[in-house]
């Protein structure tokens, strides 16, 4: 070999230490920082109890990440945190959300306070699409009701059912259930949380509420199931009956036509998406790719699995482009139905 092909030789071999140790020294996002995970839901409850499941692992696999902070923003039905969401909350990757599960549809039912596109978010995921789990109209013992035929008793009085903010999944399921199969219910709303609801049925302020399964084994609910004080008499978001709950009535198979049927399938979607995860719209396509990778390694994750079996949480995810397709979908619902479905909410 020349001198000069020596020469370019190690050049060459210059330039690439050079350009490898640019590449190594160049800092991670995400090194030393701490990313904030929203809850639009009060301490205590369901999204509380699964959203601090999550941190705990989720931050394994944003690498060089510091921590994941859990924050509460309850308010609205979950609205406070989608608008903060969409147009507070810095796009930067470092902020993220889990909605209520019914807010990514108010814009398409025409929601005023809703004030956000759900397509437009930077979507995550769900971390639980109803394929093991399932959400329940209950009661305390000691109310007159033991099967939805007393709530169509018209010698019994009204079961008084206890909901949180206008909007939310609870509050919806009661609304169309009483309208469309014909039940005899009085919603009461405006319960800051969960626990408020608990002790309100505890008290006897209220007969019951519309619930999943996973906020019931957590706090006053797990006790209520232990001591069997808890009544089922409907279950929603399935299209046949639960294998833990053969003996209760799917809300479908009590439809009288299609057209209730398909009512309570409208209501029924957020069970879909149950957890909906967000990031605020426009977050860089690479730190975007960051957060939805590692949220979706932690299903995988069997720490984190074996964690969610014990709190009974249903670990069945949808990436984030699936979730955004349902939502986009959602929007080309029939005009008739959803014209309906906001009668309904309106107590028209």
């Known amino acids: 070999m020349t001198v000069r092909g020596k020469f370019s030789g190690c050049l060459a071999a210059a330039a690439f230490i050079i350009v490898a140790t640019a590449a190594h020294a160049q800092p991670n996002f995400y090194d030393g920082k701490t990313v904030s995970l929203i809850v639009g839901n009060a301490a205590g409850g369901g999204y509380d109890v699964a959203a601090r499941a999550l941190a705990r692992y989720m931050k394994k696999y944003i690498p060089g990440v510091a921590n994941i902070v859990v924050k509460n923003m309850q308010g609205a039905g979950g609205l406070t945190a989608a608008n903060f969401m969409y147009s507070v909350a810095e796009p930067d990757g ?184 967000v990031a605020p719209p426009n977050v860089p396509a690479d730190r975007a790719q960051v957060l939805q990778t590692a949220f979706m390694k932690t299903f995988q994750d069997s720490d984190y699995l074996e964690e969610a079996k014990k709190l009974d949480l249903d670990v069945s995810p949808l990436d984030g482009a699936t979730v955004r397709g349902m939502i986009a979908r959602l929007a080309q619902s029939p005009p008739e139905l959803i014209a309906r479905y906001k009668a309904i909410l309106d107590g028209k």
Not at 154 to 167: C, N, S
Not at 211 to 238: D, S, T
């Open 94 to 277: 470092l902020t993220f959300a889990v909605l209520s599960r019914s807010t990514p549809m108010q814009p398409t039912l025409g929601v005023a306070a809703a004030k956000f596109k759900a397509e437009n978010y930077t979507w995550l995921g769900t971390s639980s699409s109803y394929a093991d789990s399932a959400y329940f109209l209950v009661t305390m013992g000691d109310a007159p009701f033991r099967t939805v035929a007393d709530l169509r008793n018209p010698a019994l009085r009204p079961a008084v059912i206890g909901g949180l903010g206008a909007g939310g999944t609870d509050t919806d399921v009661v609304l169309v259930a009483r309208d469309v199969l014909q039940l005899n219910l009085k919603l009461i709303r405006g319960y800051k949380g969960s626990t408020d609801l608990s002790i309100a049925m505890e008290r006897g302020e209220i007969d019951g509420r519309a619930i999943g399964w996973a906020p019931l084994q957590v706090g006053a609910y797990r006790g209520y199931i232990q001591e069997g004080k808890l009544r089922f008499l409907l279950q929603f978001g399935r299209e046949t009956r639960w294998g833990k709950m053969p003996d209760v009535p799917t809300a479908r198979e009590l439809a009288s036509n299609p057209q209730d049927r398909a009512m309570l399938e409208l209501v029924e979607l957020p069970f879909r998406v149950t957890y909906p995860y």
